[in-house]
């Protein structure tokens, strides 16, 4: 039984005074008005500060940690845009379930001080340990420019994945993915698991699948298609605990051949 009054609308809204209460979600009910049985509404503006004791964001299965709140944009340095991603080309028609085209330049990720590329220098294998073109260690080398044509073919064709062992448990919140960006296509059945512990399938955790139609029976993907830009693709990790990065993928739009040029993993070490 409520003691607050009635109020009509005006165009300066209504003011509640929350007391400087702590909390994450805000929950409004109405139930029709004295013209008719409808509920509106224009804005809710909820004014605040982030709590000094928030936890990082996490991922399924992760184990938060009482961390000062305060997030920084992530520092990514992209390779310098190559002029074959700049053509007119007609994706929507061409691939399925397509994102945005052509795509917006990323926002700013926020992530804890101190968050780096812990995928640097670290080893990587792969379903083809000795590729058509290229070499492994390139994939976590630091290159990106790949301006003498510096990147991993797998070999043969259809589904291959590689792993990058970060050799330590990480808390990680993105992973970026750079295939072959100078060439505008997309590339299939694009998959991301993090694994604690253990490498092993029961241990791996998805955080991005666009494989609609699950051919490569590791479940029904809900992402989107996209294409290659030498921004490459940002996964939000939100903070989950883990050794091992899978990426899969089975061929693209051009042909039937999985490439990287960089895969980076940023996060920080699990305490």
């Known amino acids: 039984v409520g003691k607050d009054k009635h109020y009509s609308e005006t165009n300066k809204g209504k003011l509640i005074d929350a007391k400087g209460v702590k909390a994450r979600y805000v929950r409004l009910y109405s139930s029709g008005n004295n013209n008719n049985d409808l509920n509106h509404y224009i804005e809710v503006e909820v004014y605040g500060k982030p709590v000094t004791d928030a936890p990082e964001s ?60 812990v995928a640097f220098g670290k080893p990587v294998a792969s379903t083809d340990n000795q590729p058509t073109i290229g070499a492994l260690k390139m994939i976590t080398d630091g290159d990106k420019e790949a301006t003498d044509g510096s990147y991993v073919e797998l070999g043969p064709a259809g589904l291959q994945s590689i792993t990058i062992d970060l050799e330590a448990e990480h808390r990680i919140y993105a992973i970026v993915v750079w295939h072959r960006y100078f060439v505008p296509c997309a590339y299939y059945d694009i998959i991301v698991q993090v694994a604690s512990g253990i490498e092993s399938p029961g241990n791996f955790k998805t955080l991005f699948n666009n494989d609609h139609d699950n051919s490569a029976g590791l479940g029904f993907g809900k992402d989107k298609n996209y294409i290659e830009t030498n921004q490459g693709k940002l996964i939000d990790a939100k903070g989950v605990t883990g050794r091992h990065v899978r990426l899969y993928s089975n061929g693209n739009d051009h042909n039937e051949f999985n490439h990287y040029i960089e895969v980076e993993v940023y996060g920080k070490p699990a305490q």
């Open 58 to 117: 996490v991922g399924d299965g992760a184990k938060p940690a009482s961390v000062a709140c305060k997030l920084v944009p992530l520092e990514i340095k992209l390779p310098r845009l190559s002029c074959t991603v700049c053509g007119p080309f007609n994706f929507r028609q061409l691939i399925p379930n397509l994102e945005q085209w052509p795509p917006q330049r990323r926002g700013p990720f926020l992530v804890p001080p101190g968050t780096t590329n």
